[in-house]
T-cell receptor
């Protein structure tokens, strides 16, 4: 039973470019959340997708957008990259409707903006 | 959203029991307490979750006093592989954007 998978594992981009990160949730999970984790800090919530719609959003600018597909996989898009966007981007899946279902995380995509 | 306070770092030795305490003075009635473990360059991994009293699973125990304003994660007989960052989170099902602090960096020495 595959857990949460993310691709790519590492990525290097230049300021101003755009990037797309991908996530496949754990089998049986229908909800996907995205987090940004800077070095030495805890994850920061970007947004959550359920039934192909953004359900909740953290304090991130509109440059950060996402999408969820019918098979529950998800993409995170970041436009007009800034140096400060360099971080580990984590995807977590869970099962909606299950009380306090714990999050299952992938190992993240390490994004470096130069 | 309830915030949590944890020690920034802790040291211990192999074979010892380690207790990490988390303060959450503003915990709400519907909030659960959840702990995650994170190794470098990996995503956090769920350890344990509880609402009140004591919860135990194969890797840890979680102690929650009656007022629920704090909780203690207990790791029995730690090994070097338990060196990681441990996060305490408080929230209810509807609070999707849980607040993650910087966690507790636990270093286990031989």
């Amino acid at each position: 039973d595959a857990g949460v998978t993310q691709s790519p594992t590492h990525l290097i981009k230049t300021r101003g470019q755009q990037v797309t990160l991908r996530c496949s949730p754990k089998s049986g999970h229908d909800t996907v959340s995205w987090y940004q984790q800077a070095l030495g800090q805890g994850p920061q919530f970007i947004f959550q997708y359920y039934e192909e719609e953004e359900r909740q959003r953290g304090n991130f600018p509109d440059r950060f957008s996402g999408h969820q597909f019918p098979n529950y996989s998800s993409e995170l898009n970041v436009n007009a990259l800034l140096l400060g966007d360099s971080a580990l981007y984590l995807c977590a899946s869970s099962s909606d409707g299950t009380d306090n279902s714990p999050l299952h995380f992938g190992n993240g995509t390490r994004l470096t903006v130069t | 959203l309830a915030k949590t306070t944890q020690p920034i770092s802790m040291d211990s030795y192999e074979g010892q029991e380690v207790n990490i305490t988390c303060s959450h003075n503003n915990i709400a009635t519907n909030d659960y307490i959840t702990w995650y473990q994170q190794f470098p360059s990996q995503g956090p991994r769920f350890i344990i979750q509880g609402y009140k009293t004591k919860v135990t699973n194969e890797v840890a125990s979680l102690f929650i006093p009656a007022d629920r304003k704090s909780s203690t994660l207990s790791l029995p007989r730690v090994s070097l592989s338990d060196t990681a960052v441990y996060y305490c989170l408080v929230g209810e099902e509807s609070n999707y954007q849980l607040i993650w602090g910087a966690g507790t960096k636990l270093i286990i020495k031989p």
